[in-house]
């Protein structure tokens, strides 16, 4: 059993991280600074001490994962058969998971951003390492004394195709050794497994793919169809727009016509409303031409009254009646008359009738009473019918009445 510790670091999502976290960080780091290939191997000499440091560059450029085995006084003299035990180490560790693990592409990618929570992982991988270098028992010689004539920070550059001896001459012998190794850096395995998980990953972009053109087709056919229907729908609209607009137009036509007839009706009314109105003024005019003329009317009629009642005045002084009409019956000789009368009055009413030759007479107390009235008085029943005779009735010698039967 090969006496040695062996540490595991990296630079994940957090930055950098290692365990166990002690005094070799800052060794770690500065070494493994330098470190260019995707796969490389440091050694680093600090007097009697041999640092052992692999680093694998992860897919993120940024980021890498690595091992470091401490000897102390000893070395290793076959630098290849620590590639294949570090590499098997990679491969364990992506086969795991927990710390590395392949993404969706086949690329190694960190799982963690921290290897502090990471215990039960780094103890296997550890006692994998171990038991690597265990089974390296025969490629391990004494440590070789200190060349001081060379400067504690000199580093060499060399590649995995280099020979082993002088790999190993100048582990020895520099402070820093690089070894690169920027091809099969991969167990068979894991390259295997990378392999399928990338041939995976094209079939499963191939079937996105045409999945996606699939779906693009199943849309571009969806679209056609919902326009397709859209169209059904837009032409159903069209139509019973259509029908609405011959309907509507049918209406409005139907409307605008009892619209023109009531127009013209207005029109008509309006022509008729002037007519009136113009008939209104002249009858305004004819009103107020009657009205001035019923004022000269009732002036007149006014000043006739009285002139009447001045007259009925006048006759009433001198009579109390006033004969209105006369009619004589031949045959019994009495004189009808009418008469109004002006007030009660007893007077001496005579009567007399003359045919140009003879003339007939008579008179009677005659009782006058107020108001229309008709009464008689006998003259004589000797006249001869068919001439013509002139009847007066007298109050003393004033005709107050008469007519010719």
């Known amino acids: 059993m090969v006496n040695s510790s062996i540490y595991i670091f990296g630079s994940f999502d957090n930055g950098y991280t290692q365990y166990p976290d002690n005094y070799a960080k800052e060794i770690y780091q500065n070494a493994f600074a330098q470190a260019k290939a995707k796969s490389q191997i440091v050694v680093h000499r600090d007097k009697e001490l041999m640092y052992y440091g692999y680093v694998r560059k992860l897919d993120k450029s940024s980021q890498y994962i690595g091992f470091c085995v401490l000897l102390n006084s000893m070395m290793f003299s076959n630098i290849s058969n620590l590639f294949t035990i570090f590499e098997s180490a990679i491969a364990e560790l992506v086969s795991r998971g927990d710390i590395i693990a392949f993404n969706d592409h086949g690329d190694i990618i960190s799982t963690t951003s921290s290897l502090t929570d990471k215990q039960q992982e780094i103890n296997n991988i550890i006692t994998i390492i171990r038991n690597g270098i265990d089974g390296m028992q025969s490629y391990i010689s004494s440590l070789p004394p200190v060349n001081y004539s060379i400067s504690n920070t000199e580093h060499k550059v060399f590649t995995y195709s280099d020979s082993n001896d002088t790999l190993v001459n100048a582990s020895c012998k520099y402070a820093y050794t690089y070894i690169a190794k920027d091809k099969g850096c991969d167990t068979a395995s894991l390259s295997g497994y990378k392999g399928v998980i990338r041939k995976l990953h094209k079939e499963k972009n191939e079937l996105s793919s045409e999945y996606n053109n699939l779906k ?190």
């Open 216 to 405: 693009n087709q199943y849309d571009k056919l969806n679209k056609q169809k919902k326009q397709y229907r859209n169209v059904i729908v837009l032409c159903l609209l069209v139509v019973l727009c259509g029908i609405g607009l011959f309907f509507l137009n049918d209406t409005l036509n139907s409307t605008q016509q009892t619209l023109s007839e009531s127009q013209n009706d207005n029109i008509q009314k309006e022509k008729t409303i002037k007519k009136l109105n113009s008939d209104i003024i002249a009858l305004n005019g004819n009103i107020s031409n009657l009205e001035s003329s019923l004022s000269s009317e009732q002036s007149k009629r006014k000043k006739a009254e009285t002139d009447l009642n001045t007259l009925k005045n006048i006759h009433m002084e001198h009579q109390p009646l006033f004969i209105k009409s006369t009619s004589f019956n031949f045959n019994t000789g009495w004189l009808s008359f009418e008469y109004y009368g002006y007030y009660k009055k007893t007077i001496t009413l005579g009567v007399r009738a003359f045919d140009g030759n003879y003339s007939h007479s008579n008179s009677t107390t005659f009782n006058v009473e107020k108001g229309h009235h008709a009464s008689f008085i006998y003259l004589s029943n000797h006249l001869i019918s068919s001439k013509r005779y002139s009847f007066e009735l007298l109050i003393g010698n004033k005709i107050i009445g008469g007519d010719r039967h």
